[in-house]
């Protein structure tokens, strides 16, 4: 849903489509993943600007971003273990444990790096999404300090995207309502490092067929999920056009994969985007 989306804002803004492979956590990405991604989005007519960056390739930068935040006494070696801050912090928030902070003057005696955290002040960062409206946060209240590097891990993904958006001039981001919460940490990220901040859109989640959720992953492989039910491409593409409020013609399931794609450009209306989560409609035989 996030490559129709951002494909429909991109080019409708006439702007370039970049694909990026989000593929820091190793342990969990399935091998062969990527290219059966990349082999989907072909076969529905997608067609990117530029080479596909792998997140995977670009640990260097950051690594130098990290080791700038420490070099400005902006981050910091967190010792704590997540019992240890599960005693201490405040009721748990909707993005985790709020860090009190423990690790902020220096590791205590007999304690190991964990995590790289960097400090945030008491203030609220607000932006406005494009699907979603005003969105606020108070980053001390609902996170504390966060995480950019486990001492066992990858990078986290607030310190690779802001990087990445950085380098390669994003100025629209397009993705799924699961990363709102998470946008005012990769803002404060942007402003610390004196980097622009792009235009967010936020697309409503793909719920089960009982408003469940589903996972993550379920999430980013939506598109060809809806394939293996025998949907061809350009009526899977109608049906997600109409997911994300936009009012295709029917006779559109006729028409190739790029062409249903070429009228979305073409007709794109932000503001019928809906901003609840909601199942994936199913074929229908006529529309409202
Ligand atoms: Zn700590």
Request: glycine share 10%.
């Amino acid at each position: 849903m996030a490559a129709l989306g951002s494909y429909l804002v991109a080019r409708s803004a006439g702007g370039l489509w970049y694909l990026r492979m989000e593929d820091l956590d190793l342990p969990r990405v399935v091998p062969g993943i990527a290219d059966d991604m990349l082999a989907t989005l072909e076969n529905l007519g997608f067609e990117w600007d530029g080479e596909v960056v792998y997140q995977s390739r670009r640990t260097d930068y950051y690594r130098e971003a990290a080791e700038e935040l420490i070099r400005r006494g902006l981050a910091y070696a967190c010792g704590c273990t997540r019992s240890e801050i599960a005693q201490i912090a405040s009721a748990p928030h909707e993005e985790g444990l709020v860090y009190p902070g423990l690790c902020r003057d220096g590791l205590a005696e007999g304690k190991v790096e964990r995590a790289l955290r960097v400090k945030v002040y008491d203030e609220v960062v607000s932006f406005d999404d494009g699907v979603m409206g005003r969105y606020s946060q108070h980053l001390t209240g609902s996170c504390g300090d966060f995480v950019i590097h486990r001492a066992d891990g990858p990078y986290a993904y607030h310190l690779a995207v802001v990087v990445d958006d950085a380098a390669a001039g994003v100025n629209q981001v397009v993705r799924g309502a699961d990363l709102l919460a998470s946008t005012p940490r990769q803002i404060y990220l942007q402003r610390v490092f004196n980097y622009p901040t792009p235009a967010y859109y936020h697309l409503p989640l793909v719920t089960g067929p009982n408003g469940a959720k589903l996972s993550k992953r379920d999430n980013a492989v939506s598109l060809s999920a809806g394939r293996d039910l025998g949907q061809d491409g350009s009526a899977l593409l109608v049906s997600a056009l109409r997911f994300l409020g936009q009012a295709p013609p029917l006779s559109l399931k006729d028409a190739t994969p790029s062409e249903v794609l070429a009228w979305g450009v073409a007709n794109l209306d932000i503001s019928a985007i809906p901003r609840t989560p909601a199942p994936f409609p199913e074929e229908e035989t006529a529309t409202g």
